[in-house]
């Protein structure tokens, strides 16, 4: 399974698949082993050195579907996040990291670097300008996620690498939300692409895993520091998790229709006063996500209209999820204010331009028409609410 020329289907289903060469079985079979022989192999295997069978067969398929030369799985996708990082940022460098960033990404930089001795900084905004300002003579990374959480805007991938390019600083993308099926950044000259597996890769709301893709020469940094570190992924979840790949392009491409559709419908719906999609023609970055994107992801948030309780809202939903996580093949909702971005003040979400009414909304395969008579009917019963009030 060495050709570039494969289907999106066809890497998902079998790129990197383990051959049962005893038993011809028609899935890669699990190998548990946490000791192998070392006798006459040149390579010693061991789940912490990221090389049993079933971790070197599905980092092929991660680092195919990133156009990538190498790929790496972990136990998470912030195992993933922080072994990236710290391979590639040593005590006196600097760090430039974009404006709004995963929750979990920002704790790190902000509770972990300062006792390594590394610098950041992060952006003011999203544009050219942002970044270069942020530079210092000793930036050696720039870490950019798009699209963002939870307003969905867009960074401009060849516009960071081309940045980076001219002064030796390596990329790197969060790339969870969009997933590979969306968005290829190495395409776009990014360096290395990092995921949370948990999220589209997963996406059945059952795995913890993270995923890192880029270059041979790059992934041997990686590489040395993550057996340091020690963050591998057990070989049962990896086999799991190659299970859950074979249908991540049918599961995101069933996500981004029916986000768009969802998305249109609340765009025009009385209850609903903003949309953020980057798939609509209102969205502030929608000629850039047509750029740099294949589609446009399960993940959209709204501001509902000042009059309704967007907690009232959640709580009266019955077949969307209140839930924390996203990407999942069921739909789920969260009330930032209360979840991803309860510990800011009042006036920094203001400034990231978090609505106290903005709902993040990840679209899932449920058929739309059932998703809409959900929102309808949890509209009803807010509203009937209101109504007994001022009566
Ligand atoms: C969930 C998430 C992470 C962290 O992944 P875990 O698997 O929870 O460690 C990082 N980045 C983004 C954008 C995420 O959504």
Redesign the pocket.
């Given at each position: 399974m060495k050709s570039k020329n494969l289907g999106i289907n066809t890497i998902c289903l079998h790129v990197g698949e383990v051959e049962d060469k005893q038993f011809k079985g028609a899935i890669s079979p699990l190998y548990m082993a946490s000791s192998y022989a070392y006798e006459n192999v040149d390579i010693k295997r061991y789940p912490r050195y990221f090389n049993t069978p079933n971790q070197e067969a599905l980092s092929k398929k991660i680092a195919m579907l990133e156009h990538a030369e190498a790929g790496l799985i972990f136990g998470?996708?912030?195992?993933?996040?922080s072994t990236t990082m710290l391979a590639f940022l040593n005590s006196g460098d600097h760090v430039v990291l974009q404006k709004t960033l995963?929750g979990?990404?920002f704790n790190f930089v902000t509770e972990e670097f300062e006792k390594f001795g590394i610098e950041y900084t992060f952006t003011e905004g999203f544009a050219e300008n942002d970044f270069v300002s942020a530079i210092k003579e000793n930036t050696k990374v720039i870490f950019i996620?798009t699209p963002s959480?939870p307003l969905m805007l867009i960074t401009d991938l060849e516009m960071i690498s081309g940045i980076a390019k001219k002064r030796g600083i390596v990329t790197m993308i969060?790339n969870?939300?969009a997933s590979p099926i969306n968005q290829n950044p190495i395409d776009f000259g990014i360096d290395i692409c990092i995921h949370?597996?948990?999220?589209y890769m997963g996406g059945h709301s059952d795995i913890?895993?993270?995923a890192v893709a880029a270059s041979d020469e790059h992934m041997q940094k990686i590489w040395n520091k993550a057996k340091n570190l020690g963050g591998s992924l057990s070989d049962y979840t990896v086999w799991l998790l190659e299970r859950s790949m074979k249908t991540m392009a049918l599961r995101v491409k069933a996500q981004n229709r029916n986000a768009k559709k969802m998305a249109k419908w609340l765009e025009k719906h009385s209850m609903v006063a903003k949309v953020y999609y980057p798939g609509l023609k209102s969205h502030p970055d929608y000629e850039l996500a047509k750029k740099q994107m294949s589609g446009y992801t399960g993940m959209l948030s709204f501001e509902l209209v000042a009059e309704i309780d967007a907690q009232k809202f959640t709580q009266a939903l019955r077949l969307v999820k209140p839930s924390m996580?996203?990407?999942s093949v069921e739909s789920t909702i969260v009330l930032p204010l209360k979840t991803s971005h309860a510990l800011l003040s009042a006036e920094e979400r203001l400034h990231q331009g978090i609505a106290d009414g903005l709902l993040r909304f990840s679209v899932g395969i449920e058929d739309k028409k059932d998703l809409m008579a959900d929102f309808e009917q949890a509209f009803e019963a807010v509203t009937k609410n209101i109504l007994q009030k001022s009566n």
């Open positions: 998470s996708g912030m195992a993933a996040v995963y979990g990404t996620e959480n969060d969870t939300f949370s597996a948990t999220k913890c895993a993270g996580s996203l990407a």
